[in-house]
C-alpha cells in the first residue's frame, strides 16, 4: 500500500539551548497509509498537538525526517509550505475557523481562491460539498446563524474544497453534544468509505478513537501502543 504520511524518527524540542528546554515529542516513527482512518489519542501534554502540527506541515521537527505523500517536507521552502498544506490536507478544528463575515458558500469557496480555480468552479464544488455534509439549505448563512454541528459541517465542507490527500481532525467534536459529535463522526465515516479519503483524528476520547481502523496512543512524546480500532462500528453501549 502507498504510504501517505511516513515519520521517522521525529523529535521536537523547544527553548533549544536553554536550562528549561523541552522535548514534546521523542523519537516517534509512524506511517499510515493511503485510505486509513487512523486516531493519535493521549491526555494532555502527551504530544499530540505538537504531534498534529508536524503532521499538518505547520511546524517542522528538530530532528528526523516526514514525508508527505512522497514530498519530503524537510526540503520545502517556509514559502512554499502553505501551498503544500492548501493542496494535499484538509484540516478540521475544534473551534471551526470560519470567517465570521462569510457566509457559508464562500466559507467552503475560500482555499479554492487560495488555489485560484475560477469563481464559477468555486461556487459549483462549494455548493456540492455542502449538499454533501447536509448543508444545502444554508448556503446563505453566516457561522453566527449556526449552530455548532452546523459549523463543524460546513468545516468538513471547507476542508475537502481542494480534494485533499488528508483529512486532519483536531478534536472536531470537542465542542459539541455527543449525539451532534456522532454525526459528524458519521460524515467522517462517510469520506473515509465513499471518497477513500485518509483520515487523521487527533482526540482525547477513548470513544471515538474506537470508531477509527487504527489507535495511536502517545505518552511523553512516545508511541506507547498501536490497536485495532472498531473501523465504523461503535462499540456497544
Do not use: C, W
Amino acid at each position: 500500500m502507498k504510504k501517505i504520511i511516513d515519520l521517522r524518527n521525529i523529535t521536537k524540542k523547544y527553548f533549544i539551548g536553554h536550562a528549561n528546554e523541552f522535548s514534546a515529542l521523542n523519537g516517534i516513527s509512524i506511517t499510515i497509509n493511503e485510505g486509513e482512518f487512523v486516531s493519535v489519542i493521549g491526555e494532555s501534554g502527551s504530544g499530540k498537538s505538537t504531534l498534529m502540527n508536524i503532521i499538518g506541515a505547520l511546524d517542522r521537527p528538530t530532528e528526523g525526517h516526514y514525508y508527505l505523500d512522497g514530498l519530503n517536507i524537510g526540503d520545502e521552502k517556509d514559502h512554499e509550505l502553505s501551498g503544500v498544506r492548501n493542496r494535499k490536507i484538509g484540516f478540521v478544528f475544534q473551534t471551526f475557523n470560519l470567517i465570521p463575515r462569510m457566509n457559508a458558500l464562500r466559507n467552503v469557496e475560500l482555499p479554492m481562491a487560495y488555489a485560484r480555480l475560477p469563481r464559477h468552479e468555486r461556487t459549483r464544488r462549494a455548493k456540492e460539498l455542502l449538499e454533501l455534509v447536509g448543508m444545502d439549505d444554508r448556503l446563505s448563512h453566516r457561522p453566527n446563524e449556526l449552530s455548532g454541528g452546523q459549523k463543524q459541517r460546513v468545516a468538513i465542507a471547507r476542508a475537502m474544497a481542494n480534494d485533499p490527500a488528508i483529512i486532519l481532525a483536531d478534536e472536531p467534536t470537542g465542542a459539541l453534544d455527543s449525539v451532534t459529535g456522532h454525526l459528524v463522526m458519521d460524515i467522517f465515516h462517510k469520506l473515509h468509505k465513499e471518497d477513500g479519503k485518509t483520515i487523521v483524528l487527533i482526540t482525547h476520547s477513548p470513544e471515538l478513537a474506537a470508531e477509527t481502523e487504527r489507535i495511536i496512543t502517545l505518552r511523553d512524546g512516545v508511541v506507547i501502543d498501536e490497536a485495532a480500532g472498531y473501523g465504523n462500528r461503535r462499540p456497544a453501549s
